[in-house]
């Protein structure tokens, strides 16, 4: 069984930076893609950033492209959102997730079998 564990969040003014991280536990992490996904208050959840399993191919969500950064250190079962350039309009829970044994990147949440508990980022104006 997989599980997934958010840390990182809190709150940070306008222009502030965070690092998200995400500690996986199972067997399947170095073969599985990733992914950060985040969902403000009366919103849908909305994809951010994708790693593939080797962390050679990483994909983003336009509005969060540049400042943003997705990486992943599979000795660690970690991965990692470096969040640079806060806006207010970032804050959300900010949730990992998971593709069992499959290597590459998706902006789906339908492709993603395992998520974490979330964790939250505020950013004041």
């Known amino acids: 069984q997989v599980q997934l564990v958010e840390s990182g969040g809190g709150t940070v003014q306008a222009g502030g930076s965070l690092r998200l991280s995400c500690a996986a536990s199972?067997?399947?992490?170095?073969?599985?893609?990733l992914g950060w996904f985040r969902q403000a208050p009366g919103k849908e959840r909305e994809f951010v950033a994708a790693?593939?399993?080797?962390?050679?191919?990483?994909t983003y969500a336009d509005s969060v492209k540049g400042p943003f950064t997705i990486s992943r250190d599979n000795a660690k079962n970690t991965m990692y959102l470096q969040m640079n350039s806060l806006k207010p309009e970032d804050t959300a829970v900010y949730y990992c997730?998971?593709?069992?044994?499959?290597?590459?990147?998706?902006?789906?949440?339908?492709?993603?079998?395992?998520w974490g508990q979330g964790t939250q980022v505020t950013v004041s104006s």
């Open positions: 790693i593939s399993a080797s962390g050679r191919s990483t």
């Open positions: 199972g067997r399947t992490f170095s073969r599985s893609a």
């Open positions: 997730a998971q593709r069992e044994s499959y290597s590459a990147t998706s902006s789906g949440t339908d492709d993603y079998d395992y």
